[in-house]
């Protein structure tokens, strides 16, 4: 059964925005910590950002400033800003979260950023 959905990817121009939302089924509960990764072409899959249950977060070097992780505890989803991407941004994005010891994974969503 899917349990991680990934929404809000698409095509934007370098500059634009986007909002990814990652939505968890009632059956992940008491999650310790979401997270976002991405996979370009021809790349290994690397960490975007990190958020604990308590608020505290990490973003990768490539993307501070520039994304916002955020989460809503009550309605069980987790919520990437990215604001001014640039073509290297591009890559399928997945969410995971960790919950009563166990590690789930998204199926992707896909960002593209070209002119």
């Known amino acids: 059964q899917v349990q991680l959905v990934e929404s809000g990817g698409g095509l934007v121009q370098p500059g634009g925005s986007l909002r990814l939302s990652c939505a968890a089924s009632?059956?992940?509960?008491?999650?310790?910590?979401m997270g976002w990764y991405r996979q370009a072409p021809g790349k290994q899959r690397e960490l975007v950002a990190r958020?604990?249950?308590?608020?505290?977060?990490n973003y990768a070097d490539s993307v501070r400033g520039r994304f916002t992780i955020s989460r809503d505890n009550a309605k069980n989803t987790g919520n990437l800003q990215m604001n001014s991407l640039k073509p290297e941004d591009t890559a399928v994005y997945y969410c995971?979260?960790?919950?009563?010891?166990?590690?789930?994974w998204g199926q992707g969503t896909q960002v593209t950023v070209s002119s």
């Open positions: 009632e059956s992940i509960f008491r999650i310790d910590a």
């Open positions: 995971n979260a960790f919950a009563r010891q166990r590690l789930y």
């Open positions: 958020i604990s249950s308590g608020g505290s977060t």
